[in-house]
Structures are given as C-alpha cells and as structure tokens.
C-alpha cells in the first residue's frame, strides 16, 4: 500500500501531549539511517498511540513494500534448545500494525528488513510475525538491534559496523 507523503507524516506524529520523535518527510523519499534506538527509549517509549498506550512510530521497507508500525515497549527472551543440549536464546520486540486500516506491519519475504524510527535511528532486525494479516491482531517481531549490536562486539571486537 502507498502512503502519501501527508498521511505519512502524520501517522508519524500520531502523538498526543508527550513530545513526539522529530520526523520530516524527507524529499528524495530516503529517510537517513542516524544511530541506533537505546534500549531504555526502546523499552520506554515517550509517544501515545492512538489508544493512549506508550509506543514508537516506526517504518521498515521490505519485501512487501514500505509500511508503518507502533513499536511496543515489549521485550521477550526466547530460547531454542538444541539437539545437542545446548541452548540459544534471543530477544524478540513486538510491533503492531498502525491501525486496522494499514494493514500488516510486516509479511512473507520481509524478514531481515531493518526497522527505524522518525529519527533514522535503527530499532530492530525483523525476524518473524504471528497472527493473521488480515486482521487488527497481527504482530511482527524484531530483535532489538541495540541487543544485537552488543552480541556482535561481543564476537567480532574489532568489528566496524556503520550505522
């Protein structure tokens, strides 16, 4: 679905007496990428949806095209266990559709997108969804990158990542 440029600003300012995250729409139609989400902004977010719950504005472009979201402040800790005994766990972050008549946030094919706010800063890899797209109850999950990024120094110290 194409969002024109206004609606898309104000869906990005759906907030309502908290200051709400700086956007623009930016002219070239290429948001800048600008840093990352910490995690105590992603865990406490400071914008109102349009229910009055805490959330952040946020968009991605994948597969199936550009789309806009509201960010919960929802972390979960999965694990997988493995045959050999062993474990791997991750951090999963919930996303729910803008609203009933937006859509899905995310679909097949979208995994791997990055997911920003209205500042360019990256929040999150989407990895998976649940729920039926079709619905108001579908929810798209991500792991936060600020969770990701230290994982990644963890493993690759001398690594340079550019964001």
């Known amino acids: 679905m194409e969002i024109p440029a206004g609606e ?4 990005m300012h759906l907030n309502r007496g908290i200051p709400p995250t700086p956007f623009e729409y930016p002219s070239d139609r290429l948001l800048p990428l600008r840093g990352i989400i910490e995690e105590d902004k992603l865990r406490s977010p400071q914008m109102l949806d349009t229910n009055d719950e805490r959330c952040i504005s946020v968009i991605k472009n994948g597969f199936n095209g550009m789309t806009i979201g509201c960010a919960t402040g929802t972390n979960s800790l999965t694990r997988e266990y493995l045959k050999d005994g062993s474990h791997r766990t991750s951090m999963q ?4 559709q803008y609203n009933y008549k937006s859509g899905a946030f ?5 995994s791997g997108a990055i997911i920003v706010d ?9 990895i998976g969804g649940a729920g039926d797209p079709d ?6 999950y991500a792991i936060p990158f600020y969770w ?3 994982r990644i120094k963890a493993k690759f110290p001398d690594v340079c990542v550019y964001y």
């Open 106 to 110: 995310s679909g097949p094919g979208d």
């Open 93 to 96: 972050w919930a996303i729910m």
């Open 8 to 11: 898309f600003t104000r869906w």
């Open 135 to 140: 619905s108001r109850f579908d929810i798209t």
């Open 148 to 150: 990701l990024l230290q």
């Open 118 to 126: 209205g500042k360019g800063r990256i929040g999150g890899l989407l």
